[in-house]
């Protein structure tokens, strides 16, 4: 999420300031916004492991999903995990938060800009970066919105799978399609299978 938020203010400073962007987005500022995302990230993941660790687990062992995600080894302790949802749940909130407020606000600013041209080239750059945060961000909200009960196994499986595979595997795809020369040649494929069904 963080990393596609310093993305978002990377396309910002692209879009809203061409000719300083080298200045603005020094190295030495890029080395620091991502490894400041690898610490929030670490952080993050210590306080979680933390509070899986506190729990007791009781008869079976086995969990009903095809990876360790946080709220299905939550479900299957026996202790109390309110401590741990509450974790998961502020945790949760402030990374969304933070990452959709840096997103947002980067998105809010380029789209004010004041020329037609400008909007409208503003929007090649950062068409492949707003599908990426829309497949992500819909994605983790069809899987935390969905009610955890017994019958709802099935989508958070379905979600999980999606927002592990299917993001990662479209990535490269979605941002290279802003390549001029992979458009004209997904064109002259597309093309050529029309033209010899017809």
Not at 14 to 31: E, F, I, R, T, W
């Amino acid at each position: 999420m963080f990393m596609l938020a310093v993305m978002a203010h990377d396309r910002f400073v692209a879009v809203c300031n061409p000719l300083l962007y080298a200045v603005v987005m020094s190295p030495k500022l890029c080395h620091l916004l991502v490894a400041g995302t690898y610490m929030w990230v670490a952080l993050s993941s210590v306080m979680l492991t933390y509070s899986v660790l506190q729990l007791t687990y009781c008869h079976s062992k086995a969990i009903n999903h095809f990876s360790c995600e946080y709220s299905v080894v939550i479900s299957v302790s026996c202790s109390g995990s309110s401590f741990s949802q509450m974790a998961c749940l502020i945790i949760s909130i402030k990374r969304e938060a933070y990452s959709l407020l840096i997103t947002l606000t980067s998105y809010v600013v380029i789209v004010r800009m004041p020329s037609k041209g400008g909007l409208q080239k503003a929007f090649s750059t950062c068409t492949s970066h707003l599908t990426t945060i829309s497949f992500f961000h819909g994605i983790l909200l069809l899987l935390y919105c969905v009610p955890s009960s017994k019958s709802s196994w099935l989508l958070v499986k379905v979600f999980t799978a999606l927002y592990t595979v299917l993001i990662p595997m479209l990535n490269p795809l979605i941002y290279s399609l802003r390549n001029k020369d992979v458009k004209d040649t997904v064109r002259r494929l597309i093309n050529s299978r029309l033209h010899s069904h017809s």
